[in-house]
Nanobody, 125 residues
Framework: QVQLVESGGGLVQPGGSLRLSCAAS????????MGWYRQAPGKQRELVAS???????TSAESVKGRFTISRDNSKNTVDLQMNSLKPEDTAVYYC???????????????????WGQGTQVTVSS
């Protein structure tokens, strides 16, 4: 199967920066889309940013100009650089891998919507 492990969350003051990293492991052949979602208390999970294997990135309006997503296809990793953080960015951030081709034994499989366990980001003074 496919496992996603996030790192890099923590507590930061408003205006500060954090970098989140996510590594996908397993018998992966390719991942079409990798992204970051977040969920604040009492709110629905929302897309923060995503990036295709070809490098096309999208991001939520609320983070444009502050957050940058990047990935390394050879390592199956995706990072989220977060600058100018605001208290409203406080949430649990989840890594996502979608449209994944991986091997189960000798047989290729296609999987969708794999999730990491989440990492807490708290922006507070």
């Amino acid at each position: 199967q496919v496992q996603l492990v996030e790192s890099g969350g923590g507590l930061v003051q408003p205006g500060g920066s954090l970098r989140l990293s996510c590594a996908a492991s397993g018998s992966i052949f390719s991942i079409n889309v990798m992204g970051w979602y977040r969920q604040a208390p009492g709110k629905q999970r929302e897309l923060v940013a995503s990036i295709t294997s070809g490098g096309t990135a999208t991001s939520a309006e609320s983070v444009k100009g502050r957050f940058t997503i990047s990935r390394d296809n050879s390592k199956n990793t995706v990072d989220l650089q977060m600058n100018s953080l605001k208290p409203e960015d406080t949430a649990v951030y989840y890594c996502n891998a979608d449209q994944v081709t991986y091997f189960r034994g000798a047989f290729p499989q296609r999987g969708y919507d794999f999730w990491g366990q989440g990492t807490q980001v708290t922006v507070s003074s």
